[in-house]
């Protein structure tokens, strides 16, 4: 329709310096939050329109939460970038928008993840879809130990300039197992649920996560247990 000519060969992207600041640590259990900042270089070979025009600034507050077998994020921010025109249009900042999950199917071996990721013009959210996207990944992420595979494939569901018509993506990276994602410790007494006797009280390692109301070395169910044998008996 623009009559543009697609472009060929191989490219460079833009170098990108990442940084995490942990605000509320979930523990795999609870509420996490975190600040996110993403600076990126302008590194990209220019002619094949594969990076940013200058330094680029990407903020977003992340939030994530475990249900389960299911780890769910979502993210808020701003992306801070050179304003450039392309066919009359001009681009410049954007607020971004994602979301992701992870469904572990055979813990500690296999994932199901999916991720989407949407952007929108700075100054006038959601008023072109040209000024946008909203692309959409999915795959599977296949772990030996600490070591992960990841593989995924997706597009561009909202055809905004720059959204890819496909993709995909082949990872490999350390990323160490979290236990408590295949033994929660649903009540925080730091027992996993397999070796927990008592998962809906908080209690002590040394009594398999039971609690010890009178302190006397004996759990609470133990001893419930020891008085109905006893008056059975007598």
Known sequence: ELQLKQVEGSSLGDARVSLRYVLQ??????????????????TATAAHFSGDDGVTSETRVVADLPLGPLQVAVNVGF???????????????QWLL???????LMCGKLDVVGAVDGRTAGGAPFDNYQDGQFDALGGARLRFG?????AAAGGGLVQGFGAPSFRATLGLGWLPNDP???????DGDGVGKAQDRCPGEKGSAALAGCPDTDSDGIANLDEITMRGTLLAEA
């Open 180 to 186: 408590a994602l295949c033994n929660p410790d649903s």
């Open 146 to 150: 600490d070591l992960a595979v990841t």
């Open 98 to 104: 994602g979301a992701s999950g992870q469904l572990n």
């Open 79 to 93: 992306a801070a970038r050179k304003a450039v025109t392309v066919l009359g249009r001009t681009y410049g900042n």
């Open 25 to 42: 640590d979930g523990k795999g259990q609870g509420l996490g939050l975190a600040l996110a900042e993403d600076v990126g270089l302008p």
